[in-house]
DNA sequence: TCTCCATGAGTTTTT
DNA sequence: CTCATGGAGA
């Protein structure tokens, strides 16, 4: 045997050469599981010559696949292109592709829908049964169809809903289409009906490796359950304290589930932090802690005590994030870089006050979360156009963009349109033959049909290399012509467009067969790409990002802010113990990314819905222990004391006007001369509580700052 | 059919 | 506050 486990840890080292049978993993954050992970699978392929394609390895993300392929390129010789090593829905995606077409009715040419392609979906249902979509709001029934289809109800609320349900399942498969929740749920139905297709996965996948196992949902187990059966050789790795995911459907209890279906689950603790210093862990230890249910463990550490962990609380949320900025500055100053920083946020609206002072402080970063770009409306749009290209009967994409450009062709033509389609049994595109001429548009619709005919030809020849068809369709549709119209908005989206250019010279590279099919395989496994897959790692930049996001990724510097009561637990988690927990698990996360230097802060008042709200602190503050944390405040204490005694916001009440008033003292007002650090001497013009509004002359012009901010002196 | 304005609704987390 | 949606008018 090689010495790849000798730089592993005892405990890391039994789990990866502990291959055969159920083995469960419990791993601490820090402890090295994809250390294990890695080790383990380049274990089983260059010590036990295991075929690489018998592997199968389940991650949370993809970007996590992918860094964990890389690592195991770097351990073994063998080619692993063609191990599995996948999220559950891309894994469910390819064997869909493969075996749908067994289920009646299912083509491995669908096309799987987003979040916002289904809800639209849904919105066209309910329109088509003559229900109100004020009374059914596309987005809850969406919700209620996607908790139903995660086992987290057993049956809808109302019959209505369960008849939307129905019929969008009937739409979704007479347009070819899946949901994200479908590739789940139809990988089951297909092995459940064909017990021969299951059996040719489970000879494939002799061993199977689940990471972030306790963040599985009831189907997601079921699949794993169904596919391991075999060989029972299932290696899952998971930490009970780290599961966030309930909302999706994640239970928890799939660990204690696995171990009694699998008695004889041989169990390994990995409690060894290689992350974070004495002082970190131990204030994460102790925030978990108050879970009640839970099965005891402790993280320990070899590394010393550190630097204690810091709190500050300040005025409001503007001067939170500069706090936040100075000190990225400072530690800059004592050899950090950017990339060693991160900010994490319970929910992404936190993050705006964070990218303007960021902005302004020329401190480059970037933003996790928003709208990806695969989700971008101009790059779907595109993307719709290739589609349609390559396949005229895609009526989804059809729609999309038949008037994208406005062509002048509008919903009462597209009725006409389906209702033909619909007749004659065929596509929209063949329906344009078919319906009677003349009308509004039509003649724009033959326009149309030929503009696509006419791409199709030019996609077609081979001639035409892969980086020009995205510059051919946004010139040929006027798609281009539209957005330069658009001005400095539509310049940035034709900057979207123009990406896409890189992402089809990739699929070039990547991909086997003709131009077409390359296209074709890009789009298939195009949905399933989220920004966080595409978001370049390397970046010399400071991450903003929400604690779900953190998941998984370490930082020597970590700033937890926002750390109040509504926000952080949030205010819509407030109400049941078990909620509670699972934010408690959040906080738990957070902590756990940092390495070196941790801080926590909070704002004393934060505009929320456009209104200024005084804040307090979160509870988990207290559960930590301030005297665990290094206090950097600079309002009096007694302020705070208060503060913290009393109970949390509860809007209208007098007692918060009072508090708000306290904090709004500052000594400077209307007409005073101040100097700023970065826009120079200027004029005091207003004050409203702790805001000054100044003017700085001609180059900086009128700006709003914190009065006591200490870039700010009075002259 | 499109454009513009008003109104209202909503920010928890995501494959 | 900000975005999305829908209605009215051109």
């Known amino acids: 045997m090689s010495d790849l486990l000798n730089g592993l840890n005892e405990a890391q080292r039994l789990a990866a050469e502990t291959t055969e049978g159920p083995v469960m993993v419990m791993a601490g954050a820090g402890s090295g599981k994809t250390r294990v992970l890695t080790y383990r699978i380049a274990h089983l392929i260059n010590d036990l010559g295991v075929m690489p394609y018998n592997i199968l390895a389940v991650t949370f993300t993809n970007k996590a696949a992918n860094e964990m392929k890389e690592r195991i390129s770097k351990l073994v010789d063998a080619d692993i292109q063609r191990m599995w090593v996948a999220t559950f829905h891309s894994i469910c995606c390819r064997i869909l592709r493969r075996d749908i077409s067994h289920l009646e009715g299912f083509k491995s040419s669908f096309t799987i829908l987003d979040e916002e392609d289904s809800v639209k979906e849904i919105k066209e249902t309910i329109k088509e049964m003559g229900l109100s979509t004020d009374e059914y709001k596309p987005k809850n029934v969406k919700c209620e169809i996607s908790s139903f289809k995660n086992d987290m109800k057993s049956k809808f609320d109302d019959t209505t809903t369960e008849q939307i349900y129905f019929a969008y399942e009937r739409r979704l498969k007479e347009e070819?289409?899946?949901?994200?929740?479908?590739?789940?749920?139809?990988?089951?139905?297909?092995?459940?009906?064909?017990?021969?297709?299951?059996?040719?996965y489970q000879d494939i996948f002799t061993y199977l490796m689940i990471d972030e196992f306790q963040d599985t949902n009831t189907y997601q187990y079921k699949l794993v359950k169904m596919l391991g059966e075999k060989t029972r050789n299932i290696f899952i790795v998971g930490d009970q304290d780290q599961s966030i995911y309930s909302f999706?459907?994640?239970?928890?209890?799939?660990?204690?589930?696995?171990?009694?279906?699998?008695?004889?689950?041989?169990?390994?603790?990995?409690?060894?932090?290689?992350?974070?210093?004495?002082?970190?862990?131990?204030?994460?230890n102790r925030v978990i802690d108050n879970n009640g249910s839970r099965f005891k463990k402790n993280l320990f550490t070899d590394s010393k005590d550190g630097i204690k962990p810091i709190f500050n609380k300040l005025n409001n949320a503007y001067g939170e994030a500069c706090y936040v900025s100075d000190e990225i500055k400072r530690l800059m100053?004592?050899?950090?870089?950017?990339?060693?920083?991160?900010?994490?946020?319970?929910?992404?609206?936190?993050?705006r006050n964070f990218e303007d002072v960021l902005l302004r402080q020329g401190i480059p970063y970037t933003i996790y979360g928003g709208l990806s770009f695969f989700a971008r409306k101009e790059v779907k749009d595109i993307l719709a156009y290739i589609r349609l290209i390559i396949d005229y009967d895609d009526s989804f994409s059809f729609k999309r963009i038949v008037n994208e450009p406005k062509r002048k062709?509008?919903?009462?033509?597209?009725?006409?349109?389906?209702?033909?389609?619909?007749?004659?049994?065929?596509?929209?595109?063949?329906?344009?033959?078919?319906?009677?001429?003349?009308?509004?548009?039509?003649?724009?619709?033959?326009?149309?049909?030929?503009?696509?005919?006419?791409?199709?030809?030019?996609?077609?020849?081979?001639e035409h290399k892969m980086n020009e068809i995205v510059d051919f369709i946004i010139n040929r549709t006027g798609y281009k012509?539209?957005?330069?119209?658009?001005?400095?908005?539509?310049?940035?989206?034709?900057?979207?467009?123009?990406?896409?250019?890189?992402?089809?010279?990739?699929?070039?590279?990547?991909?086997?067969?003709?131009?077409?099919?390359?296209?074709?395989?890009?789009?298939?496994?195009?949905a399933l790409r989220t920004d966080a897959d595409t978001k370049r790692e390397g970046d010399d930049v400071v991450k903003l990002m929400t604690y779900h996001q953190a998941k998984g990724l370490e930082y020597k510097v970590v700033f937890l802010?926002?750390?109040?009561?509504?926000?952080?637990?949030?205010?819509?988690?407030?109400?049941?113990?078990?909620?509670?927990?699972?934010?408690?698990?959040?906080?738990?996360?957070?902590?756990?990314?940092?390495?070196?230097?941790?801080?926590?802060?909070?704002?004393?008042?934060?505009?929320?819905?456009?209104?200024?709200?005084?804040?307090?602190?979160?509870?988990?503050?207290?559960?930590?222990?301030?005297?665990?944390?290094?206090?950097?405040?600079?309002?009096?204490?007694?302020?705070?004391?208060?503060?913290n005694t009393k109970k949390p916001f509860v809007p209208?009440?007098?007692?918060?006007?009072?508090?708000?008033?306290r904090t709004?003292?500052?000594?400077?007002?209307?007409?005073?001369?101040?100097?700023?650090?970065?826009?120079?001497?200027?004029?005091?013009?207003?004050?409203?509580?702790?805001?000054?509004?100044?003017?700085?002359?001609?180059?900086?012009?009128?700006?709003?700052?914190?009065?006591?901010?200490?870039?700010?002196?009075r002259l």
Do not use: W
């Open 248 to 284: 999706r459907g994640a239970r928890i209890e799939n660990i204690n589930k696995f171990q009694r279906d699998f008695k004889d689950t041989k169990v390994i603790m990995l409690e060894q932090n290689y992350r974070s210093t004495q002082n970190i862990l131990d204030i994460a």
């Open 481 to 526: 012509a539209m957005l330069k119209a658009e001005g400095d908005e539509g310049e940035e989206r034709l900057k979207n467009v123009e990406e896409l250019t890189t992402v089809l010279i990739e699929t070039d590279e990547m991909y086997e067969g003709t131009r077409k099919e390359k296209l074709m395989q890009m789009l298939q496994e195009i």
């Open 664 to 713: 709004n003292t500052t000594d400077i007002s209307i007409g005073d001369k101040v100097n700023h650090k970065a826009f120079g001497d200027g004029t005091v013009v207003a004050v409203n509580g702790d805001v000054i509004t100044v003017a700085f002359g001609e180059a900086f012009g009128v700006k709003k700052l914190l009065a006591n901010h200490p870039s700010i002196r």
């Open 176 to 200: 070819n289409l899946l949901d994200f929740d479908d590739l789940i749920l139809k990988t089951i139905e297909l092995f459940e009906a064909f017990p021969d297709v299951l059996h040719k």
């Open 333 to 351: 100053e004592m050899g950090y870089s950017y990339k060693d920083f991160a900010v994490i946020y319970r929910s992404n609206y936190i993050s």
């Open 561 to 643: 802010v926002a750390f109040e009561e509504g926000v952080f637990p949030s205010s819509m988690a407030s109400f049941s113990e078990r909620d509670i927990e699972e934010e408690r698990r959040i906080c738990y996360v957070g902590i756990t990314r940092a390495r070196e230097r941790l801080y926590i802060t909070c704002a004393s008042e934060r505009m929320v819905f456009g209104r200024t709200n005084s804040m307090f602190e979160s509870r988990f503050l207290k559960e930590i222990g301030k005297e665990s944390l290094e206090d950097k405040t600079v309002i009096p204490k007694k302020v705070f004391a208060q503060s």
């Open 652 to 661: 209208g009440k007098a007692s918060d006007v009072v508090e708000t008033k």
């Open 409 to 462: 062709i509008g919903p009462a033509l597209i009725k006409r349109l389906e209702d033909c389609a619909r007749e004659n049994n065929c596509s929209l595109f063949k329906a344009i033959d078919l319906i009677d001429r003349g009308g509004q548009g039509y003649n724009s619709l033959l326009d149309f049909k030929f503009t696509i005919i006419e791409l199709e030809e030019y996609l077609s020849s081979e």
